[in-house]
C-alpha cells in the first residue's frame, strides 16, 4: 500500500508541480498587493478618513466620469486609493477626492496580471475550475506525503536546502520542506478550493441554511448615495462603509457592503439593498446574525488571502507560497532524474 501510496505521490506531483509553482508564487506575491499599491500609486499612502457624505460625494464623482461602473471598493484599511470595477472588464483607481487616476482593461497592469495568473490561470472560468482542482491535488500531495513520510520519520531533519543535486539530498530536502509546510499548505489548499468551489463548500459548512433571500423588483434612478451611505451608517453605526454596487439590470437593486467589528471578510458581508428610485435601504442582510455554518463560508477568503490574523499570517501565507513553489520544484527533480540515472546504469551494464 505504500509503495502504490508513493507511486501516485510521486506521478501526481510531477504533473502538477508547474501549476503549484504558478500558484504558490503569485499567491506569495498577493500577500503585497497593497504593499506594492502603496510603492507604486503614491495616492495609495495618503490616511483616510472616510465618511458617509465624503463617500457619497465620492461615488457621485466616479459615476459622473465612468457611466459603466459595476462596483467601487473604497480607499481605506491601509490603502488610500478607490478601486473602480466596470462592467466591460475595465478597472481603475481613484484618488481619496474621487478623482480617477488610472484605468485600464483585462490584466494590463501586473497586479491584475499576477491576480488573474493565481484565480484563474489566464483561462477564464476553466482556469478556475483547474487551478480549483490543483487546490485539491495539493492537499491530497500533502496527506500522502505524510503517509509515505511516517514509516521513516526517523530520518526527518530541519535541513532545508539539499546538500546537492543527488536525489537522495532532494529527496531529503523535499520531505523536510514538505513536513514543515504541511499544516499550511493543507490550509490554503482547501480554502482555495472552497473559494472555486463555492457552493459545494456552503453546502458542507452550512447544510440546511436557509437560502438567501431574494432581491426586492426596484424601481429606477439616480441613486442619492449620500443619502443612501447615511442611512447605512444609521443602521450600522459602527461599520465603515466598504464597497458600493450599481444595479447589474433594471429592477435590479444597488448594494453597499459593510464591515461591522468582527468580521473577518476585508469588505464586510453586511449588505444593504438600496432601491434607486428612493435612493433607501431595502433589505439588509446582517453577517453577524447569520448561521454560523455561512459565517465559516464567509471566512474562507479572508483566511486564504492572508486578510486576517495581521502580519503573522500574511508572513505565514507568503512562505506557503513559496514552498509550495519549491516543493513542486524539487518533487519534480527528484521524480525526473531517477529514470535517467536508472536507464544510464542499464545501458552500462549492457555494454
Aim: proline share 7%; hydrophobic share 45%.
Amino acid at each position: 500500500m505504500i509503495g502504490v501510496l508513493r507511486t501516485v505521490h510521486a506521478w501526481a506531483g510531477a504533473i502538477l508541480s508547474l501549476l503549484l509553482l504558478v500558484l504558490g508564487l503569485t499567491g506569495t506575491l498577493l500577500v503585497f498587493e497593497d504593499d506594492w499599491l502603496r510603492l507604486t500609486v503614491p495616492e495609495a499612502r495618503a490616511e483616510v478618513q472616510p465618511t458617509a457624505a465624503r463617500l457619497g460625494a465620492v461615488a457621485d464623482r466616479l459615476e459622473a466620469g465612468h457611466g459603466d461602473l459595476r462596483s467601487v471598493n473604497f480607499a481605506g484599511a491601509g490603502v488610500g486609493i478607490q478601486r473602480l470595477y466596470r462592467h466591460d472588464h475595465g478597472y481603475g483607481y481613484a484618488d481619496a477626492s474621487g478623482r480617477t487616476l488610472v484605468t485600464w482593461h483585462g490584466s494590463a497592469r501586473p497586479e491584475a496580471f499576477v491576480f488573474d495568473l493565481h484565480h484563474e490561470l489566464m483561462a477564464g472560468e476553466i482556469g478556475e475550475v483547474v487551478g480549483g482542482i490543483a487546490a485539491l491535488a495539493a492537499v491530497l500531495l500533502v496527506l500522502t506525503g505524510l503517509v509515505v513520510w511516517a514509516p521513516a520519520w526517523r530520518a526527518t531533519r530541519l535541513r532545508i536546502w539539499p546538500k546537492s543535486g543527488r536525489r537522495a539530498d532532494m529527496v531529503s530536502s523535499h520531505r523536510n520542506l514538505g513536513l514543515i509546510a504541511a499544516l499550511p499548505i493543507l490550509v490554503f489548499g482547501l480554502t482555495g478550493a472552497g473559494l472555486v468551489f463555492y457552493a459545494q463548500s456552503q453546502s458542507l459548512l452550512a447544510p440546511g441554511a436557509p437560502p438567501p433571500p431574494e432581491a426586492p423588483v426596484v424601481g429606477s434612478g439616480d441613486i442619492d448615495w449620500p443619502a443612501a451611505f447615511a442611512e447605512a451608517q444609521a443602521r450600522f453605526p459602527t461599520a465603515p462603509i466598504r464597497m458600493a454596487g450599481w444595479p447589474s439590470a433594471p429592477g435590479k437593486p444597488a448594494s453597499i457592503r459593510m464591515k461591522q467589528p468582527g468580521e473577518w471578510h476585508p469588505n464586510g458581508r453586511t449588505t444593504l439593498l438600496i432601491d434607486p428610485a428612493t435612493s433607501r435601504v431595502v433589505q439588509v442582510t446582517d453577517a453577524q446574525r447569520l448561521p454560523s455554518g455561512l459565517r465559516a463560508t464567509h471566512a474562507l477568503y479572508p483566511i486564504h488571502a492572508a486578510s486576517v490574523g495581521g502580519w503573522p499570517w500574511r508572513i505565514v501565507t507568503a512562505l506557503s507560497g513559496l514552498a509550495l513553489a519549491v516543493l513542486g520544484g524539487i518533487g519534480t527533480w527528484s521524480f525526473l532524474i531517477k529514470p535517467r540515472r536508472k536507464r544510464r546504469a542499464a545501458k552500462t551494464r549492457t555494454t
